[in-house]
């Protein structure tokens, strides 16, 4: 069961570059997030999705788009690359209801550095 | 708006000995709490929780966390540490209300030293 698998891990952009973050979950969870760590300030959430179609805006959503379109995946966009976006990226998903109801599943983290 | 803090960005405990990780939370209604670990390059994994019921609540690895109402705390404690717990540790709290718009503390690193 690979559970939330986002790619790349590493990447390096320039200034002005867009590129986009995968996340795909095999575990059918309703739920999945975008949250970025930065030293000191914790995870914040940047977009979020109730399921395949909905996506509403977290804490820090400029600079960033998401969709989603399956259940399975859900990327992010970064559409105009600024040195402020340099931080590490994690994806999360969750299931709505159940004993597991708010425990959320995390991928590995894609460390993203804007020169 | 909810809110958690962490007040201490690192604890040092001897190993075999107790350890306390500290965590204070602000939410409307009856708050739901989480604590989780997060090991050198990885994602955050879930240690235990807290909806309702008992206020001490038992997780994984050893681990269990106290909730305490009155002073709105949410202490993650373990009764003897061992080198391997020593990993950056985060407690959040989800709104209530609605989806998981789940807030994270600043994350506590934990050192256990042999």
């Known amino acids: 069961n690979a559970g939330v698998t986002q790619t790349p891990k590493f990447q390096v952009l320039k200034t002005g570059q867009s590129m986009t973050l995968q996340c795909a979950q095999d575990m059918n969870h309703e739920y999945m997030s975008w949250y970025r760590q930065d030293p000191g300030m914790g995870l914040r959430l940047i977009h979020y999705s109730v399921g395949a179609g909905i996506t509403d805006q977290g804490e820090v959503p400029n600079g960033y788009n998401v969709s989603r379109s399956t259940t399975e995946d859900f990327p992010l966009r970064l559409l105009s690359a600024a040195p402020s976006q340099t931080s590490v990226y994690f994806c999360?998903?969750?299931?709505?209801?159940?004993?597991?109801?708010?425990?959320?599943?995390f991928g590995a983290g894609t460390r993203l550095s804007v020169l | 708006a909810q809110s958690v803090a962490q007040p201490e960005d690192q604890v040092n405990v001897a190993e075999g000995n107790p350890l306390t990780v500290k965590c204070t939370y602000s939410?409307?209604?009856?708050?739901?709490l989480f604590w989780y670990v997060q090991y050198p390059n990885r994602g955050l994994q879930f240690l235990l929780k807290y909806i309702t019921g008992d206020n001490l609540v038992k997780g994984s690895y050893g681990f269990e966390a106290e909730f305490n109402k009155s002073q709105t705390s949410f202490h993650l404690k373990k009764p003897s540490a061992l080198v391997s717990d020593s990993a950056l540790y985060f407690c959040a709290v989800r709104d209530p209300g609605g989806y998981q718009k789940v807030t994270f503390g600043t994350g506590t690193k934990l050192q256990v030293i042999p």
């Open positions: 999360a998903s969750s299931y709505s209801g159940g004993s597991a109801k708010n425990i959320q599943y």
């Open positions: 939410v409307s209604g009856n708050p739901y």
